[in-house]
């Protein structure tokens, strides 16, 4: 049984700095590509960065290239999402997914089997 549960998120003024986790149990392989999306208000969820958790890269949305890093820590079993220089456009529900290994697009939603139950997200002026 794969579980993903988010924790970090909150309230930060427009230029500061959070940072979101996700915690991960249950299968290795079922979860070897992990993503984090977020969902504004009105909008479509969008992915922001994710990670092959077996070492085989990176990748990040434009909006957030170069303030954002998505990291984990194996011992731990956890997924971040460091989020520096943020902007009030970044306020959103933040998801992490996870999956088994894929071919193609990894905002494509349809790739993850297993979803978080979301964190809250708020950037102030």
């Known amino acids: 049984q794969v579980q993903l549960v988010e924790s970090g998120g909150g309230s930060v003024q427009a230029g500061g700095s959070l940072r979101v986790s996700c915690a991960v149990s249950g299968s290795t392989s079922r979860t070897v590509a992990m993503a984090w999306f977020r969902q504004a208000p009105g909008k479509e969820r969008e992915g922001v960065a994710f990670i092959y958790r077996n070492g085989g890269g990176r990748y990040y949305a434009d909006s957030v290239r170069g303030r954002f890093t998505i990291s984990q820590d194996i011992p731990k079993n956890t997924v971040y999402l460091q989020m520096n220089s943020t902007k009030i456009e970044d306020t959103a529900v933040y998801y992490c997914?996870?999956?088994?290994?894929?071919?193609?697009?990894?905002?494509?939603?349809?790739?993850?089997?297993?979803w978080g139950q979301g964190t809250q997200v708020t950037v102030s002026s």
């Open positions: 997914a996870a999956g088994p290994a894929f071919v193609g697009n990894w905002v494509d939603t349809r790739k993850y089997n297993y």
